[in-house]
């Protein structure tokens, strides 16, 4: 990819034609070519119409026959972990026990600065151990300093003595199981908060830095931050917002998961929203069923239940009536339908439309039955989802099928019965539950382990495009048509195809005549497109060295 070089003029100002390439736009499904415009899509066309512009733009680059597509926009992340995920002590890749505790003692060898160890990934249920590292080994590991290790649903951690000693009275919250690891409940949220609490402001920006930087090198131009009193602090919250508003890079939405409204609003929040958690996970037995568990050792136990219907139901009023966005985090369908009653409840008190038009919003809702869909679509809930879950824990001999038993688990995160309910989709990573990876997200949706759930990549690229700026109120963005934000990447990709879980609609679709712009091969083994560049707003936050 080739370009002309630009005058010294701010991005904003500039007029930038973009041809010889694939442009992804429904306003022209043959497209070649793109004009920018003080930061928003002034044309789109083709080749020879492209030949008008060119002696009156700023730039004009050559695309050498790559794809642009609209910039993804993750509707689900946490910011700082996943800056520390990316900059620090990672445990996803680790195959046992011994390979964690080798990662552990080398990170903390290797940071001697830092008052405090955050690290991420682990999951004793892939270890041939099948367990935890205990407090002790962390202890002798890091060398008696604070340490904080999230499991890989983020919902439960072990920790070290120093850091259990920052938090006096913790030994008798719920959650803390006598001494032994993993933490969860009370006690787990009590340590994040302190452990969040002592990173200093190096490290917290280091992180976010990291975290924006490695969004911006996949083409996402958008990140959905899900901060909250419980999961990382108000100054995490707040300094991110600066960071994105005075440093190039992906613009940030931030939610705030607070049942007091006003002060999601004095932070800067578009909502009292995210992970407001009506329950916990299915990885960490937490989240809330309406039949137990198949493999916990209590055979009664269902999860926990964080919120009840009345509950939410005020929290949507008060939303509503400030003008912002609610939203809650639930897994199991028991929450599920906590959330459906105390929607419904707020509905009747202040009309389904007034509801309807504040456009709230669920996170993961994994456990969904027909009623409860049908519900989320009278309502006009968003299902803010991560089809990469299914891809890491479905099937039949995974993590779900474990926790739930093969039939149930075969029900979890049905994306087709939600599209055909009408049911707004916005997709996202949780990262760094799961990494940022738009297109393996896109590809997890349209090749879901259960092929009933499975729906269109055509679909899946809106969801995880265009359904994150609709999640956010904006129906005029996610699209490369005249108009439309400026937010968009380059990708080197093979030939563009179309596909579809109905082999007639593909057929049908790769015809010409059927007008329907073409995506990336995503076939499982198929190799994904690479990000050449990433533009927000017209401004260039990325590009590939050496291109």
């Given at each position: 990819m080739s370009e002309s070089t630009p005058p010294a003029s701010?991005?904003?100002?500039?007029?930038?034609?973009?041809?010889?390439?694939?442009?992804?736009?429904?306003?022209?499904?043959?497209a070649t070519a793109m004009v920018v415009e003080r930061g928003h899509v002034a044309w789109v066309g083709s080749e020879g119409a492209a030949d008008a512009f060119a002696t009156g733009v700023d730039e004009v680059v050559d695309l050498e026959g790559a794809l642009v597509t609209p910039a993804f926009v993750d509707a689900h992340v946490h910011t700082t972990a996943t800056g520390f995920a990316l900059t620090g002590l990672d445990l996803s890749a680790a195959g046992s026990l011994a390979e964690a505790a080798e990662l552990i003692r080398g990170h903390a060898a290797a940071r001697p600065e830092d008052r405090i160890l955050i690290g991420h990934g682990w999951d004793a249920a892939r270890w041939p151990e099948r367990r935890p590292l205990t407090r002790a080994e962390l202890d002798e590991l890091t060398g008696g300093r604070p340490l904080y290790l999230t499991r890989i649903d983020v919902h439960s951690a072990v920790v070290t003595t120093a850091l259990l000693d920052l938090v006096p009275g913790v030994r008798g919250l719920d959650g803390f199981h006598d001494g032994r690891q993993p933490l969860t409940g009370d006690a787990h949220h009590a340590v994040r908060a302190a452990a969040f609490g002592a990173v200093s402001d190096r490290q917290r920006t280091e992180a976010q830095r990291a975290a924006r930087n490695r969004a911006a090198a996949l083409g996402i131009g958008t990140l959905h931050e899900c901060g909250g009193p419980r999961i990382s602090s108000e100054d995490d919250f707040t300094g991110l917002l600066d960071l994105a508003r005075d440093e190039a890079g992906p613009r940030v939405v931030g939610y705030w998961a607070d049942l007091d409204v006003e002060r999601a609003r004095a932070l800067g929040?578009?909502?009292?929203?995210?992970?407001?958690?009506?329950?916990?996970?299915?990885?960490?037995?937490t989240a809330c069923l309406h039949e137990p568990y198949a493999d916990h050792a209590d055979a009664g136990h269902t999860g926990a239940a964080h919120l009840d219907a009345a509950t939410i139901a005020l929290h949507v009023v008060a939303c509503t009536e400030a003008g912002l966005q609610a939203g809650f985090h639930a897994i199991g369908d028991a929450a599920v339908t906590a959330v459906v009653e105390g929607v419904r409840a707020a509905a009747e008190k202040l009309g389904l439309g007034r509801v309807r038009?504040?456009?709230?919003?669920?996170?993961?809702?994994?456990?969904?039955?027909?009623?409860?869909?049908?519900?989320?679509?009278?309502?006009?809930?968003?299902?803010?989802?991560?089809?990469?879950?299914?891809?890491?824990?479905?099937?039949?001999?995974g993590m779900y099928a474990d926790r739930l038993g093969a039939e149930r688990a075969r029900t979890l995160n049905p994306y087709a019965a939600l599209l055909r309910a009408?049911?707004?989709?916005?997709?996202?990573?949780?990262?760094?539950?799961?990494?940022?990876?738009?297109?393996?997200?896109?590809?997890?949706?349209?090749f879901h382990r259960t092929p009933e759930h499975r729906i269109s990549a055509r679909a899946a690229f809106t969801a995880h495009t265009r359904g994150g700026w609709r999640a956010v109120g904006r129906d005029d963005a996610g699209t490369l048509v005249p108009g439309a934000p400026a937010d968009y990447a380059v990708w080197r990709t093979e030939e563009l195809v179309v596909q579809a879980p109905d082999d007639r609609v593909a057929r049908w679709s790769t015809d010409p005549r059927s007008g329907t712009p073409g995506l990336p091969d995503l076939s499982p083994g198929a190799e994904l497109p690479v990000c050449l560049r990433t533009v927000v707003h017209g401004q260039t936050v990325f590009v590939r060295p050496n291109e």
């Amino acid at each position: 990819m080739s370009e002309s070089t630009p005058p010294a003029s701010s991005a904003e100002d500039r007029t930038v034609l973009l041809r010889g390439g694939e442009v992804h736009s429904p306003a022209d499904p043959f497209a070649t070519a793109m004009v920018v415009e003080r930061g928003h899509v002034a044309w789109v066309g083709s080749e020879g119409a492209a030949d008008a512009f060119a002696t009156g733009v700023d730039e004009v680059v050559d695309l050498e026959g790559a794809l642009v597509t609209p910039a993804f926009v993750d509707a689900h992340v946490h910011t700082t972990a996943t800056g520390f995920a990316l900059t620090g002590l990672d445990l996803s890749a680790a195959g046992s026990l011994a390979e964690a505790a080798e990662l552990i003692r080398g990170h903390a060898a290797a940071r001697p600065e830092d008052r405090i160890l955050i690290g991420h990934g682990w999951d004793a249920a892939r270890w041939p151990e099948r367990r935890p590292l205990t407090r002790a080994e962390l202890d002798e590991l890091t060398g008696g300093r604070p340490l904080y290790l999230t499991r890989i649903d983020v919902h439960s951690a072990v920790v070290t003595t120093a850091l259990l000693d920052l938090v006096p009275g913790v030994r008798g919250l719920d959650g803390f199981h006598d001494g032994r690891q993993p933490l969860t409940g009370d006690a787990h949220h009590a340590v994040r908060a302190a452990a969040f609490g002592a990173v200093s402001d190096r490290q917290r920006t280091e992180a976010q830095r990291a975290a924006r930087n490695r969004a911006a090198a996949l083409g996402i131009g958008t990140l959905h931050e899900c901060g909250g009193p419980r999961i990382s602090s108000e100054d995490d919250f707040t300094g991110l917002l600066d960071l994105a508003r005075d440093e190039a890079g992906p613009r940030v939405v931030g939610y705030w998961a607070d049942l007091d409204v006003e002060r999601a609003r004095a932070l800067g929040a578009l909502g009292a929203a995210g992970d407001l958690f009506a329950d916990g996970s299915l990885g960490s037995h937490t989240a809330c069923l309406h039949e137990p568990y198949a493999d916990h050792a209590d055979a009664g136990h269902t999860g926990a239940a964080h919120l009840d219907a009345a509950t939410i139901a005020l929290h949507v009023v008060a939303c509503t009536e400030a003008g912002l966005q609610a939203g809650f985090h639930a897994i199991g369908d028991a929450a599920v339908t906590a959330v459906v009653e105390g929607v419904r409840a707020a509905a009747e008190k202040l009309g389904l439309g007034r509801v309807r038009a504040a456009r709230h919003r669920v996170e993961h809702v994994e456990m969904l039955t027909p009623e409860t869909i049908a519900a989320f679509a009278e309502l006009g809930l968003t299902a803010s989802v991560q089809p990469a879950f299914d891809a890491f824990w479905g099937g039949e001999e995974g993590m779900y099928a474990d926790r739930l038993g093969a039939e149930r688990a075969r029900t979890l995160n049905p994306y087709a019965a939600l599209l055909r309910a009408g049911v707004p989709l916005a997709f996202g990573s949780d990262s760094p539950v799961t990494p940022l990876d738009p297109w393996g997200t896109v590809r997890a949706a349209a090749f879901h382990r259960t092929p009933e759930h499975r729906i269109s990549a055509r679909a899946a690229f809106t969801a995880h495009t265009r359904g994150g700026w609709r999640a956010v109120g904006r129906d005029d963005a996610g699209t490369l048509v005249p108009g439309a934000p400026a937010d968009y990447a380059v990708w080197r990709t093979e030939e563009l195809v179309v596909q579809a879980p109905d082999d007639r609609v593909a057929r049908w679709s790769t015809d010409p005549r059927s007008g329907t712009p073409g995506l990336p091969d995503l076939s499982p083994g198929a190799e994904l497109p690479v990000c050449l560049r990433t533009v927000v707003h017209g401004q260039t936050v990325f590009v590939r060295p050496n291109e």
